[in-house]
């Protein structure tokens, strides 16, 4: 399964390469990111927002990405505007780069329980959800769903076939957090 996409996934995280992720085909968006963490199935963006500014991790299957540029005029208008030019390192208790046998999914969504992190979940459907995972088993995650104002929207049992992605660290989950914590 070393598709041409792929050996570029691999060859972005071995030099440090800014690339635009496409996986949306019907509205044609994209994430722009350094590749974190790559595996058979599964790619950990460190992304970028526009202004060039840090904006979270994303994590996505492999199967999901349609198209992947890099060295456009886009990508460089924004490494130039990048304080840094490197993605920035992530604490897990994996190893970075490419790992062949890791449930990327499963260890992301256990480390956001353990780390209490405000997550964002996004169904194939391009339903949202942000907020705790608060436990997880092979087949089903269970969150405590913030709305937007910070406050508790009840608990979602979501089968993670149906998830699309995973994002956290970012400026919406951190909006979030934030709100949630000065209610308290």
Do not use: P, W
Not at 15 to 36: H, I, K, M, P
Not at 77 to 103: A, P, V
């Amino acid at each position: 399964m070393k598709t041409l996409m792929f050996k570029k996934l691999v060859e972005s995280y071995n030099t440090n390469c800014l690339l635009e992720v496409y996986t949306d085909q019907v509205n044609n968006t994209f994430a722009v990111g350094f590749v974190s963490c790559i595996t058979d199935n599964e790619l950990l963006l460190n992304l970028v927002n526009s202004y060039g500014a840090e904006d979270g991790f994303l994590l996505i299957r492999i199967n999901d990405i349609y198209c992947i540029n890099y060295a456009t005029q886009y990508l460089k208008n924004i490494i130039s505007l990048l304080n840094n030019n490197k993605s920035r390192q992530i604490e897990f208790m994996f190893e970075k780069g490419y790992l062949k046998n890791l449930d990327l999914f499963s260890e992301i969504l256990q480390e956001n329980i353990k780390n209490h992190r405000m997550t964002r979940i996004k169904l194939y459907n391009n339903t949202n959800y942000y907020g705790f995972i608060e436990e997880k088993d092979q087949d089903i995650i269970q969150i405590e769903i913030i709305d937007e104002y910070g406050l508790n929207d009840g608990i979602s049992y979501i089968k993670m076939d149906d998830i699309e992605q995973v994002s956290f660290d970012g400026v919406d989950e951190n909006r979030r957090f934030r709100i949630v914590k000065s209610l308290k």
